[in-house]
């Protein structure tokens, strides 16, 4: 057989050996030629008839098959034969179906070939992927592989499985156990996999393919078991069985819980799982690919695949690291100030393996920073997250010192002190004292202009903002803001260190805010705006939270701190010359912190009281009799317009961003607002969401719409309408350096 | 149109909806043929006049599927010719049963055709005949389906009834149950379920709880709080993101109570009564069934009252007695508040909390309370009305002759 991604071979039993293999990667992905070669394979072995059996592996050490070729996938949007604009709806809907048909109908015809097919898994399969393995009719797994993970991820991009994965999985091991498997894509180890019954068996890695062959042998009539006369589904059947009601009916709550219904992959698994289990496995598997492809052409669905995908896997590999300048191995970087953020800094560092020093005032108080990482680890060694020795080396890495000295040799220098620009500027001074000229000066702000900062320097052209979101140990995001000045050596080396630390970076220039801090408030401002229309506050923290957010604006206005926000607040209406006096938001809000000492979740009261855990336990049962509440009720309309007002006002600062030059390439826009501050993923991130989810045209005349009605904030730059007027979207104007997530926009 | 006037009304006590309820080894079958046979037997009926029986059954699969209208009144020997329909209005049916059979006296369809319903729920559990809305995702998500206890909690926190509110309601109705059994109110209805040898196996509403206090209800836990908490709660606060949280005061002492049981209401045109020598007890005045959002799903019964007021030309206040489905306590509650109807003309010989709601037969006993506390008390005007399941209301206004 000619087959370009397996290798092919038959032994002495007729037993034929399929090994997955595709050519020049280091794993194997479903793609088309991939999909063609299952096709030829499964012809063979129906037709052949010295063939008795297949057992299909795989060829790369890094695993079996790791789901669908995304890019590929991104690609074929077009179709084949009449273009797309000459055929009628039918004709497009059967092409469209027709073509996302192609690998359920291949892994089915593997599936009734008539003779047994295994499959010998020795590391990963993932998504498609594991779709194969779930179409064999038998499936052995290596338990010497702690790499090995199986797992249907396709809902976290946005996706349903559409090989098969929402029929053939809840037909193997139930309902209840295989929704959240789909629904929240998390993936799972081999002894998890035979536990709930996915794999047959676990043997050492050696042996898979033995074992495999040895069930063919053994299974001459194998059928899956929904082909078997009188199959009945695990765990009882919807509408057939007792109980099987009520397990639906929580699990859509549940997914509500969690989602408010803003992913469609989601509802749209639940429709499959609901409806594909009621019929036959060929009807169900039709069902499937009809969701799969209502799932695809949702906006939500492309935006999701190129943010939360493409762009987070290009910009987490540097992409945006300027060319040309070679590559930096940090040996030694010191962390200046061990307060929370600094702490938290040195413990990523010793993480990721790079020698640490924490220098603060005293080396007592630089113990104290270090105590943040040794209670880290302890937590990781009590719940096996990592060994004693893994932990001790990792603090072994972490010198605390007192002193400037042991700065000398660093390559790199993070200071993250208090936002006090003579104290940043005398940090900077003693630390260059001793640095080599080619070392960078990293300052940890959220707000200083770097331009400023870097005067203090010798060498501003090595001086960059290196901003890092807390808890610094969770947040993924980090930050680079290059100054006036700042070097495109130094913005390599920058990238370097956050892709060393295993962060994803945004890169962005120099203006009052940066990029995050300064679109993260307008979230908490438009809540505040409500609060002072006399919204009820339940109304708009659970429209926050129902809007995608991670929490309420006014949740958030406490975790950033009451007086904060009086103080940004004074601050702007003196610069603007607004009469306080007649801000009723303002009024409340010094009301709040200066009468009531209620400044948010460190004092354990803001908006919401706080438990001895820090956490809410409700917003305060004083604050609707406080305020002059107008509007207690919340029907649809109302709740779209408030939606709309949170997530507009965020996204139309995004845009000025762009205009201004803060920021100038789509992929960090929509990841920075994702990773940031939490702007709701399922829109891919602000640019993803006027570009995608509006449509630019249609957002710019929802936000003219807004402004008319609620001001000057919601005012779009004239980028905008320039953007709408041309049809250009973000990704198109401000492109990725690289062309792969261009040529999927 | 013609009138549709009611000739008689007749129900089964209620019996524990359990293995342990009285009437659980009774059939659905012959609970519902034993109210026919005494429509019949009581009026000395020609049952060849009766054109159709119509039966409300919300669960409506095994001993009680296939049409068991149809099958009580061929089981109860009436004639041949007698039709028999089962209808589903979940919590209505019975009511919705009723007005069917007026409507069809109405327009002449039929000269005399029964209303009523039967619920063995001891023997078919309720929910027993699953459906879509609870499971199927593509209308559950969007219409924010939950529980109904879960709607009648939302019900309390939106318009402030707490635990108390609710359970000093349901111990009200309690007495009032209690009294109207110890006067002998229901006496006219009530026909005693007889057993295999036809000897009586019960003659009384076995659900009640006469003893009920404030403390006693107190020691209750909440039903749906730990569904609220699963997942439910915030379903219903995607529709109403007013509510910070729901407030959980519903439980099996303020909500209805699960029984078997069967009603039977006798319909006819004037001329119809006049042949058969009948006296008319009560007119039809108006009828009407509505939808409303279907989440909090039990606020049907105001906007009902309302539509049906207003087909029969009438005020709130013009209504003597309002008897509502003591689904839940604050489903009454919230009724009240709405349209400011006082207790003392509410439910007055208690309910569902304290007697239980055998689902598609409560709309006929109900109904046929109300025309005896009207003949009881001299009252002119009577609404009957029940919360619906997915946001329903059905009502119906009588008027004594």
């Known amino acids: 057989m000619n087959l370009e991604t397996f290798k092919w071979d038959v032994d002495a039993d007729g037993i034929a050996h399929a090994i997955f293999d595709v050519p020049g990667r280091s794993m194997n992905t479903l793609t088309a030629k991939a999909i063609a070669d299952i096709v030829a394979i499964t012809n063979e072995v129906a037709t052949n008839d010295e063939i008795k059996g297949l057992v299909i592996s795989s060829g790369k050490p890094s695993g079996f ?9 991104n690609q074929s949007a077009g179709g084949s034969g009449k273009p797309a604009a000459e055929m009628s709806e039918a004709e497009l809907k059967a092409a469209q179906f027709e073509r996302g048909f192609i690998l359920n109908k291949t892994l089915r015809e593997l599936e009734t070939c008539g003779k047994p097919v295994a499959c010998a898994l020795n590391g990963l399969a993932l998504g498609g992927g594991l779709e194969v393995a779930l179409a064999c009719h038998y499936r052995v797994a290596a338990n010497d592989n702690p790499k090995l993970q199986f797992g249907l991820p396709e809902a976290k991009i946005g996706l349903l ?25 998390e993936s799972f180890k081999a002894d998890q996999a035979l536990s709930m019954g996915v794999v047959g068996e676990l043997v050492p890695s050696s042996e898979t393919v033995a074992k495999a062959k040895e069930w063919v042998k053994a299974n001459p009539n194998a059928k899956a078991p929904w082909d078997e006369k009188g199959f009945k589904m695990p765990g009882g059947q919807i509408h057939r069985s007792p109980g099987a009601g009520q397990v639906q009916s929580m699990a859509n709550a549940m997914l509500i819980a969690k989602t408010y219904g803003n992913y469609p992959a989601q509802t749209n698994i639940l429709s499959c799982v609901y409806e594909g289990q009621q019929v036959p496995i060929d009807a169900a598997l039709r069902i499937e690919t009809r969701y799969f492809i209502k799932t695809q052409q949702r906006p939500e669905a492309k935006a999701m695949i190129r943010s939360l995908f493409l762009s987070m896997q290009e910009l987490s590999k540097g992409a945006n690291r300027p060319a040309g300048h070679p590559k930096t191995e940090f040996s030694k970087i010191a962390v200046i100030g061990a307060g929370l953020m600094g702490a938290g800094i040195a413990y990523v560092q010793a993480k990721a393996g790079i020698p640490t020093v924490l220098v603060d005032v005293s080396k007592e108080n630089a113990e104290k920073g270090k105590d943040y990482s040794r209670r880290i680890v302890e937590k990781d060694i009590s719940r096996g997250k990592t060994t004693q020795e893994k932990g001790d080396a990792l603090l072994e890495r972490i010198t605390t010192t007192d002193s400037y000295e042991d700065v000398k040799g660093a390559d790199l220098v993070i200071e993250a002190v208090f936002e006090n620009e003579e104290l940043k500027a005398k940090i900077t001074e003693m630390a260059e004292a001793v640095l080599a000229d080619d070392a960078v000066m990293g300052s940890n702000t959220s707000t200083l202009p770097i331009t400023g900062l870097a005067k203090a320097s010798k060498r501003p052209e090595n001086f960059i903002g290196i901003h890092f979101f807390s808890p610094v140990e969770r947040m993924g995001l980090v930050e680079i803001i290059s100054g006036k000045e700042t070097s495109e050596a130094t913005l390599a080396k920058a990238i370097d260190y956050v892709l060393a630390i295993r962060k994803t970076p945004i890169s962005v220039n120099d203006f009052r805010g940066f990029y995050t801090s300064r679109c993260f408030g307008t979230y908490t401002q438009e809540g505040m705006h409500m609060l002072s229309e006399g919204i009820k506050p339940a109304i708009i923290e659970n429209v926050g939270r129902q809007s995608g957010m991670p929490m309420g604006p006014l949740e958030v206005s406490d975790s950033v701190g009451l007086d904060t926000a009086l103080k940004i607040g004074r601050a702007s209406a003196a610069a603007t010359g607004a009469d306080i006096q007649k801000d009723t938001r303002m009024q409340f809000l010094a009301w709040l912190v200066e009468d009531q000492g209620r400044v948010g979740r460190k004092a354990g009261k803001g908006f919401y009281d706080y438990n001895e855990k820090g956490k809410p336990s409700g917003l305060w049962p004083d604050l609707n009799s406080r305020l002059d509440v107008k509007v207690d009720e919340c029907p649809p309309e109302l709740k779209k317009e408030l939606t709309n007002r949170l997530l507009v006002r965020q996204a139309v600062e995004v845009a000025r961003c762009f205009a201004e030059g803060v920021i100038t390439d789509a992929r960090d826009g929509d990841i920075g607002s994702i990773l940031a501050w939490g702007f709701a993923p399922y829109t891919g991130g602000c640019c993803s969401y006027i570009d995608l989810i509006w449509g630019v045209d249609k957002f710019v005349e929802e936000a003219d719409r807004l402004a008319a009605k609620y001001g000057e904030r919601f005012a779009v730059p004239d980028m905008l309408r320039e953007m709408a007027a041309k049809g250009e979207s973000f990704y198109s104007r401000f492109p990725p350096a690289g062309s792969e997530a261009k040529a999927a926009a | 149109m013609a009138d549709a006037y009611i000739y008689d009304a007749v129900r089964t006590p209620r019996g524990k909806g359990k293995a342990s309820g009285s009437l659980h080894e009774i059939t659905s079958l012959s609970l519902a043929t034993q109210t ?124 402030g009834f707490s635990r108390d509110d609710v359970d000093a309601y349901a111990v009200e109705s309690q007495k009032r149950a209690a009294k109207a059994w110890e006067e002998g109110r229901f006496a006219k209805s009530i026909i005693p379920v007889k057993d295999q040898m036809g000897g009586i196996i019960l003659d009384h509403d076995e659900h009640m709880r006469p003893s009920a206090d404030m403390q006693s209800l107190a020691a209750l836990q909440p039903s749906f709080a730990g569904m609220g908490a699963m997942g439910f709660d915030e379903v219903i606060k995607q529709r109403y993101p007013e509510l910070e949280a729901i407030n959980h005061v519903h439980h099996a002492g303020n909500s209805s109570g699960i029984v078997d049981g069967a009603s ?118 009577a609404l009957i009305t029940l919360c619906v399941g997915a946001g329903m209301g059905t009502a119906t206004i009588i008027e004594r002759i």
Request: proline share 4%.
């Open chain 1, 65 to 73: 098959c790791a789901g669908a070729d995304l890019g590929e996938m």
């Open chain 1, 161 to 185: 499985p559409g090989a098969g994965g929402t029929q053939r999985l809840p037909r193997l091991i139930g309902v209840q156990a295989a929704l959240p498997l789909i629904l929240q894509g």
């Open chain 2, 36 to 159: 026919l046979e005494a429509i019949r037997d009581r009026n000395e009926l020609d049952t060849s006049y009766v054109d159709d029986v119509i039966l409300g059954c919300v669960t409506p699969i095994g001993e009680q599927g296939s049409d068991i209208a149809r099958v009580a009144a061929l089981n109860a020997e009436y004639a041949e010719t007698t039709a028999g329909v089962q209808v589903d209005r979940f919590c209505a049916s019975g009511l919705e049963a009723c007005n069917m059979a007026a409507a069809k006296v109405m327009v002449g369809e039929a000269d005399m055709a029964i209303g009523g319903g039967v619920e063995a729920m001891s023997r078919v559990p309720m929910g027993a005949n699953g459906g879509a809305w609870s499971t199927d995702p593509s209308v559950a998500i969007k219409t924010y389906f939950a529980p109904q206890g879960v709607g009648a909690d939302t019900i309390a926190t939106k318009w």
């Open chain 2, 264 to 381: 039977a209401v006798l319909f006819g045109s004037k001329e119809m009564g006049e042949k058969h020598d009948l006296k008319p007890r009560a007119r039809i005045r108006a009828m009407a069934s509505i939808g409303s959002e279907p989440g909090i799903m039990l606020t049907g019964p105001s906007y009902v009252t309302e539509k049906a007021l207003k087909k029969a030309g009438m005020e709130v206040g013009d209504i003597d007695l309002y008897e509502l489905n003591e689904a839940f306590a604050a489903v009454v509650l919230r009724m009240m508040q709405a349209l400011d109807i006082p207790h003392d003309k509410i439910n007055v010989n208690g309910g569902a909390i304290a007697m239980g709601h055998p689902l598609g037969a409560t709309g006929g006993m109900i109904l046929g309370t109300m025309v005896d506390e009207l003949e009881r008390t001299g009252k002119e005007t």
